[in-house]
């Protein structure tokens, strides 16, 4: 029995196919070490070669136009998944020179137009706990408890309504040394709030106190510690990590 489909064929065939293979593969590797060198030599974009920022700038745009949805709600745990003893990590804008009884909220409605907001008025508000997985870009993740009030009922109390149709929203530390600007939609989202206390009691200092933001749409990067101003733009405010090369969505 012989198989119809097989072919004989000469050693010289053989090695010139040998040698054809080769070729490719040893291309390859060179178009790689070349394309690598290029991407490496390309100007930077906040400390990313521009073209891999490219990339990132248009998965921003992908997600927040087609898949981001209010709609998509990140999961939530019962109360006794809550970590007791809560991670810390972070403490860029926490200086110990703040002076915690002066604190206002500001809220830069217009250039000259500021809100002052004491806790006591974020605090007469509705308040929402959230109990959720808790990311960081650096690989770790806890379950943790958190409570506050709802971005988008402030928004609605204080009238930031025409504010609020702008594309982004820009928070700092007092010090401004911390900074972080969110997309509107994401900061609007039903689970993001202007958070005041973990697990039940004020925000410890190192925690953010007297208020952070907790954002369960996107990575720990953005969940800004002690809030000292807000504002809105359309134009993308400075973001500090962003500048040191992260993804300025950062979403989950
Ligand atoms: N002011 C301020 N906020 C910050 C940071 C920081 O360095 N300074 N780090 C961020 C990062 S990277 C993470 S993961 C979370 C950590 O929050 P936690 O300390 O409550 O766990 O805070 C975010 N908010
Ligand atoms: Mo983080």
Not at 13 to 38: D, H, P, S
Not at 108 to 127: C, H
Not at 193 to 219: D, S
Request: include cysteine; hydrophobic fraction near 35%.
């Amino acid at each position: 029995m012989t198989n119809k489909s097989e072919k004989i064929v000469s050693a010289k065939y053989v090695r010139n196919r040998t040698i054809g293979a080769f070729a490719v593969f040893f291309l390859l590797i060179a178009a790689t070490i070349a394309g690598w060198r290029w991407l490496n030599h390309q100007p930077e974009d906040n400390s990313v070669p521009r073209p891999l920022r490219a990339v990132l700038n248009g998965n921003e745009k992908l997600f927040s136009n087609f898949i981001y949805s209010p709609g998509n709600i990140s999961k939530t745990y019962p109360i006794y998944y809550a970590a007791p003893k809560v991670r810390v990590n972070g403490d860029d804008g926490l200086g110990d020179d703040f002076d915690a009884a002066a604190w206002k909220l500001q809220v830069v409605k217009s250039p000259g137009d500021t809100l002052f907001i004491t806790l006591d008025e974020i605090k007469a508000m509705p308040k929402t706990d959230i109990i959720f997985d808790f990311k960081c870009i650096e690989g770790w993740s806890q379950v943790t408890h958190w409570g506050g009030v709802k971005f988008s009922d402030f928004v609605k109390k204080y009238n930031l309504s025409g504010q609020s149709d702008m594309q982004y929203v820009g928070l700092n530390t007092p010090d401004k040394k911390y900074y972080v600007g969110i997309d509107t939609k994401s900061i609007l989202h039903p689970q993001t709030i202007l958070c005041y206390e973990m697990n039940g009691k004020p925000l410890p200092m190192n925690q953010g106190y007297p208020l952070r933001l907790i954002i369960p749409v996107k990575y720990g990067i953005k969940h800004l510690k002690r809030i000292g101003t807000i504002f809105f733009s359309n134009s993308r405010p400075k973001d500090y990590w962003y500048e040191k090369g992260y993804d300025y969505y950062s979403g989950l």
